[in-house]
Structures are given as structure tokens and as C-alpha cells.
């Protein structure tokens, strides 16, 4: 079981900032696809961003294209997600994930991913 451990979460203000951390087993990390994705209250589960292996390539949905940046540093086993221009409709708990054994590079689907962390909560005040 691989496990995922998300941080920075917090409560800011519409236009602040806020990076996200998720941080994976080191045998693995550099292993998988991976993603993050997020869910407001009432609504599916929905698809941020993703990076590929490399870290070289992402993608992203359009509501955050623009102002979130997904990164990830392989000495330290972690991925990021920096959240610039936060807004309201940003309010949601995110999730990390890792995807095994999908074929895409950059998976943008949650069944393409086999693990998830435990969520990070992140709320915007307007």
C-alpha cells in the first residue's frame, strides 16, 4: 500500500496563496504519474492537474490553468501544487494521487489513479 501524505492546506483570503504538498515513499516516487485532484462539498470528485514522470510535462483543467503550478522535486519525494489568485469556487478538500498503472503520461481521470492521499483541506474566504 503506498501511502500519500498531503500538507499546506489552510484558510485563506480571494487572492492569496497557498502551496500544497504531497509526499510519497521514496522507492516509488519516482515511479508514477501523478496528480491532484479536488471535491467541494456536494460535488464529484474533479480532476487539477497532473505531471508526468519526467516532471517535465503537466496538465491542467481550465478553471485553474494559469494560476496553479504542479511540480515535483525528486530528492525530496514530493510533489507541490501552487495555488496562486485563489478564489472562492477554489474551496474544496485536494487530494494527491498516484497512478500505477495507467498508459497516460499525465492521467487526467480519478479511475486512472491506484492511490490517494488523505486529503488537505483548502478554503477561500471572499
Known amino acids: 500500500q503506498v501511502q500519500l501524505v498531503e500538507s499546506g492546506g489552510g484558510l485563506v483570503q480571494a487572492g492569496d496563496s497557498l502551496r500544497l504538498s504531497c509526499r510519497a515513499p521514496?522507492?516509488?516516487?519516482?515511479?508514477?504519474?501523478m496528480g491532484w485532484f479536488r471535491q467541494a462539498p456536494g460535488k464529484e470528485r474533479e480532476f487539477v492537474a497532473a505531471?508526468?514522470?519526467?516532471?517535465?510535462?503537466?496538465a491542467y483543467s481550465d478553471s485553474v490553468k494559469g494560476r496553479f503550478t504542479i511540480s515535483r522535486d525528486a530528492p525530496r519525494n514530493t510533489m507541490y501544487l501552487q495555488m496562486n489568485s485563489l478564489r472562492p469556487e477554489d474551496t474544496a478538500v485536494y487530494y494527491c494521487?498516484?497512478?500505477?498503472?495507467?498508459?497516460?503520461?499525465?492521467?487526467?481521470?480519478?479511475?486512472?489513479?491506484?492511490?490517494w492521499g488523505q486529503g488537505t483541506q483548502v478554503t477561500v474566504s471572499s
Open positions: 521514496a522507492r516509488l516516487f519516482g515511479s508514477f504519474p
Open positions: 505531471i508526468d514522470l519526467s516532471g517535465r510535462n503537466a
Open positions: 494521487a498516484a497512478a500505477q498503472h495507467s498508459v497516460y503520461l499525465m492521467p487526467e481521470r480519478a479511475l486512472s489513479y491506484d492511490y
